[in-house]
């Protein structure tokens, strides 16, 4: 059985791989590969490990005799899943062994983002540190503060335990629909989109990609937030208009912003935000730890390993492929 791999990824994935007895072929080139030339590679595979492409129609119709796809991730907006379903094609995800190291990076950027931090750390750099004044570079306080979760599932539970337990904050979320074990742990309150908006200080965003989520905050969504108020999103670039976000900031509707995600990826170097004091900016790098990506290589492996066995994936996203 031949395994083709989108990018190089951690040996403690490749090693369940080969010792499973699988035939590994890596793209080793530091770009994406075309639709055509991802193609062209999976004619030899039985099965697809995949990071950071997109599975589209296109590939998947060309691609209708692989045994599994195995993502990289937990986000699975890449991949035209409904045609994977009907082709049959299991798809799986790595969910869960990330939660720590993305909340990590949330609270990272909510901070770097309440003290302009990185804006602080390019003053050094270009030797501008030198006369004090006690009314410039003001932060803002988080201790006992409202931290606003968008999309209440693991990513967010473990955000809200860091902010309740280093600050103080109190929690409120939206969801689709309430989870109420948060709630009895967490203390946290579920509340309306507006009312989110309307009283978070920090509203940071852990929802998955989808319609309803696409281009969800926007120019009319920053106008309900606090002008006080900073945006966090760890999720999906866009799942915020950018465009509208740079207004948001520039005519200070919103505080700040700390963003592990943009749109377009990679993001400009000419981006406005980029240059913006009270704005933190990190390349997608939210899982990125030496042991949850090796966790996410081993989940990823273990999909590919039952699919090539026949079996149920361990973590199947189109989980109706099985009846």
């Known amino acids: 059985m031949n395994v083709f791999i989108t990018r190089v990824i951690p040996q403690a994935g490749l090693e369940l791989l080969n010792a499973a007895g699988f035939t590994v072929k890596q793209w080793t080139e530091k770009r994406k590969l075309t639709t055509e030339e991802l193609i062209a590679e999976c004619k030899w595979a039985d099965a697809l490990l995949s990071a950071g492409q997109q599975l589209g129609t296109e590939f998947l119709e060309a691609s209708a005799h692989l045994k599994v796809i195995a993502l990289n991730s937990v986000g699975y907006d890449n991949v035209d899943i409904d045609t994977a379903t009907r082709l049959k094609i299991p798809v799986g995800n790595t969910p869960g062994v990330l939660s720590g190291a993305t909340a990590d990076t949330a609270f990272l950027l909510m901070m770097a983002a309440a003290r302009n931090a990185f804006y602080m750390h390019k003053t050094i750099i270009n030797s501008e540190w030198d006369f004090f004044e006690p009314t410039a570079n003001l932060g803002k306080e988080l201790t006992g503060g409202t931290l606003g979760i968008f999309g209440l599932g693991k990513i967010g539970i473990e955000m809200a335990k860091r902010c309740a337990g280093a600050f103080g904050m109190k929690i409120i979320y939206h969801n689709r629909k309430r989870h109420e074990e948060a709630e009895q742990e967490l203390g946290a309150a579920y509340v309306t989109f507006e009312e989110l908006l309307q009283q978070s200080d920090v509203i940071s965003v852990h929802t998955a990609l989808t319609p309803e989520t696409e281009g969800k905050f926007n120019a009319e969504v920053f106008k ?20 509208d976000l740079i207004s948001a900031l520039k005519n200070k509707v919103i505080w700040g912003a700390g963003l592990d995600v943009t749109n377009p990826e990679p993001m400009l170097a000419g981006n406005p935000l980029l240059s913006m004091p009270n704005v933190a900016v990190l390349p997608h790098i939210g899982s990125a730890t030496e042991s949850t990506r090796d966790a996410m290589a081993k989940l990823a492996a273990e999909n590919i390993i039952a699919g090539l066995k026949g079996e149920k994936l361990p973590f199947a996203v189109n989980t109706e492929i099985y009846g």
């Open 224 to 243: 309900q937030m606090k002008s006080s108020a900073i945006f966090v999103n760890t999720a999906r670039g866009k799942i915020h208009n950018e465009e």
